[in-house]
């Protein structure tokens, strides 16, 4: 089977190279008969550029995950590595299915949170409670949601509004989970 990744960097390869392609019909375009073919041939390629840097950040993005799964679990843990992993591709208990793009109803998280340790303790190096940990992160979330619902609706491309979409929701599923997990460590942010 196909890893992702080997579909990603082919893709990126090939953006490039067509991206190369259209620079050059463009130069020889210059006439001005050919105004309305050359202002196709440039969305074509700005379309393009987009594409390109696309892939090239999940690939950027592939790497780093996988540093991460490197350096704080394994990678028996996850099996093979998604693109973009996260709460998307968590299977939830009570035969609700892979969540997809849903934020999953409060009594989903509080089932699938229940087996989780009801104190933490952190080390003492000055990075504070759990529950104050999770309040920040819980102020960055929604700022993230904010502004990627500010992207989404603001966006002209559609590439770029699909995505951001897609990342709005994800961060939803975030802010829902975080928020649960405030509720169970006494974060004061949590009801916000």
């Given at each position: ?113 229940k087996d989780f340790p009801t104190e933490v303790v952190l080390p003492e190096n ?67």
């Amino acid at each position: 089977m196909e890893r992702m990744i080997t579909t990603v960097e082919e893709l990126k390869r090939l953006e490039a190279k067509a991206e190369k392609e259209y620079r050059r019909l463009l130069k020889k375009l210059k006439d001005p008969e050919y105004a309305d073919l050359r202002a196709l041939i440039l969305r074509m390629a700005i379309d393009t550029a987009f594409h390109k840097h696309l892939m090239e950040a999940l690939e950027r993005a592939y790497h780093e995950s996988l540093k991460l799964v490197d350096e704080y679990g394994t990678r028996e843990d996850v099996g093979e590595i998604a693109l973009i992993p996260g709460l998307p591709t968590m299977v939830m208990p009570l035969g609700f299915g892979a969540i997809g793009a849903r934020v999953p109803p409060e009594e989903i998280i509080e089932e699938y949170l229940k087996d989780f340790p009801t104190e933490v303790v952190l080390p003492e190096n000055g990075d504070g409670k759990l529950g104050e940990l999770l309040g920040e992160y819980i102020k960055l979330q929604e700022r993230m949601l904010e502004l990627y619902d500010r992207l989404s609706r603001r966006a002209f491309h559609p590439v770029v509004r699909g995505l951001a979409t897609e990342i709005k929701r994800n961060e939803e599923q975030h802010g829902a989970i975080l928020k649960k997990l405030g509720e169970r460590y006494g974060t004061h942010s949590a009801g916000a």
